[in-house]
């Protein structure tokens, strides 16, 4: 079942007087028990993927499209055109987030097992006597070995590891169907990181999750992912089954990541992509990838490309995809 549908999303920034496009036309499906990983680098707009599905914009920003979540009692939600009545309804209950810093996303001047449990009380409608001691078992379910002491701590007294899991049970607190985890990784250690994922695709099992896994680590969409989502510049590259993007990747960009995973991978000196990233306040014309694409051609940098099926399961937008380079 289709728990989560994106289509033709595009997010426009009007801060500056000007109209400037963070996403452009994105489509995906998400069922659910599903994990999605959403690829690209710094720039390419996964963040902002993640506030429009929560309906969580800044200030002069707007979306078009459609963005529609299928809830637990099979109501559908157009998230776009919803009141915020019903998005406060659905946020933490149906849909739970990690967002990017943990230390950041927790009131720093708010006990950690407090914030748990307003959460757990406004949520889940439980007294508050029993909202504390579920949230001490969620800070152990989440692989805290001192669960009394991190209930009592305010988030400066954590480390970044301990952060991570106190947010992580903060977003599984009211119970969610679909959990968004923004690069929660991001800021741990090799070690810690290896943890802290194992622990994620845990608690997705036991819970019965749906995942959407925003990423610049290509290895963890690999090693976590069903479907893969791979965005470039605020457009999607490619789109489809894990295993069919990472045995015939079709697109450059897709390429070049997954070169560059496989060279870290083997500890050998990866080949970086030439150039940096498109700017979305002037991006260029056609595909935004092609100043730095060794296979671009003048069509690529007078038209936007289409999508193009290479199976039921895999898109690529290109003008020439790998099986025809």
Same mark, same amino acid.
């Given at each position: 079942?289709?728990?989560?549908?994106?289509?033709?999303?595009?997010?426009?920034?009007?801060?500056?007087?000007?109209?400037?496009?963070?996403?452009?036309?994105?489509?995906?499906? &998400?069922?659910?028990?599903?994990?999605?990983?959403? $690829?690209?680098?710094?720039?390419?707009?996964?963040?902002?993927?993640?506030?429009?599905? $929560?309906?969580?914009?800044?200030?002069?920003?707007?979306?078009?499209?459609?963005?529609?979540?299928?809830?637990?009692?099979?109501?559908?939600?157009? $998230?776009?055109?919803?009141?915020?009545?019903?998005?406060?309804?659905?946020?933490?209950?149906?849909?739970?987030? /990690?967002?990017?810093?943990? /230390?950041?996303? &927790?009131?720093?001047?708010?006990?950690?097992?407090? !914030?748990?449990?307003?959460?757990?009380?406004?949520?889940?409608?439980?007294?508050?006597?029993?909202?504390?001691? !579920?949230?001490?078992?969620? &800070?152990?379910?989440?692989?805290?070995?001192?669960?009394?002491?991190?209930?009592?701590?305010?988030?400066?007294?954590?480390?970044?590891?301990?952060?991570?899991?106190?947010?992580?049970?903060?977003?599984?607190?009211?119970?969610?169907?679909?959990?968004?985890?923004?690069?929660?990784?991001?800021?741990?250690?090799?070690?810690?990181?290896?943890?802290?994922?194992?622990?994620?695709?845990?608690?997705? !099992?036991?819970?019965?999750?749906?995942?959407?896994?925003?990423?610049?680590?290509?290895?963890?969409?690999?090693?976590?992912?069903?479907?893969?989502?791979?965005?470039?510049?605020?457009?999607?590259?490619?789109?489809?089954?894990?295993?069919?993007?990472?045995?015939?990747?079709?697109?450059?960009?897709?390429?070049?990541?997954?070169?560059?995973?496989?060279?870290?991978?083997?500890?050998?000196?990866?080949?970086?992509?030439?150039?940096? $990233?498109?700017?979305?306040?002037?991006?260029?014309?056609?595909?935004?990838?092609?100043?730095?694409?060794?296979?671009? !051609?003048?069509?690529?940098?007078?038209?936007?490309?289409?999508?193009?099926?290479?199976?039921?399961?895999?898109?690529?937008?290109?003008?020439?995809?790998?099986?025809?380079?």
């Amino acid at each position: 079942m289709s728990l989560l549908t994106v289509e033709n999303l595009s997010v426009i920034n009007s801060s500056s007087g000007r109209s400037i496009s963070i996403l452009k036309n994105i489509s995906f499906s &998400l069922n659910s028990g599903e994990t999605l990983a959403v $690829i690209g680098e710094t720039g390419s707009g996964k963040s902002m993927l993640c506030r429009s599905i $929560i309906g969580l914009l800044p200030p002069c920003f707007s979306c078009s499209g459609n963005i529609c979540y299928t809830s637990s009692d099979n109501t559908k939600t157009s $998230i776009i055109s919803a009141e915020e009545s019903d998005l406060l309804n659905i946020r933490g209950k149906e849909i739970g987030v /990690v967002f990017q810093e943990a /230390v950041a996303s &927790l009131n720093p001047v708010i006990r950690c097992g407090k !914030q748990i449990t307003d959460v757990l009380y406004v949520k889940s409608k439980i007294d508050k006597n029993k909202a504390a001691k !579920q949230a001490r078992k969620l &800070l152990e379910t989440v692989g805290l070995s001192e669960p009394e002491r991190i209930f009592h701590a305010y988030p400066h007294q954590l480390s970044g590891g301990m952060a991570q899991r106190v947010a992580l049970a903060l977003a599984i607190a009211g119970e969610p169907q679909l959990l968004i985890a923004d690069e929660p990784s991001s800021s741990l250690d090799s070690i810690s990181k290896k943890y802290y994922l194992n622990l994620l695709n845990r608690l997705k !099992q036991e819970n019965n999750l749906t995942l959407i896994l925003v990423t610049h680590d290509v290895d963890e969409a690999l090693s976590f992912a069903d479907n893969i989502l791979v965005l470039y510049a605020g457009n999607i590259s490619e789109y489809g089954k894990t295993g069919e993007i990472q045995k015939a990747p079709a697109h450059p960009y897709t390429k070049a990541l997954l070169n560059i995973a496989h060279a870290l991978k083997e500890n050998d000196l990866p080949t970086p992509i030439p150039g940096e $990233i498109s700017s979305l306040t002037n991006p260029p014309s056609g595909c935004r990838f092609h100043p730095r694409c060794p296979k671009a !051609q003048d069509i690529c940098r007078l038209k936007e490309p289409s999508s193009i099926d290479i199976s039921d399961y895999h898109s690529v937008r290109c003008f020439f995809p790998a099986d025809t380079m």
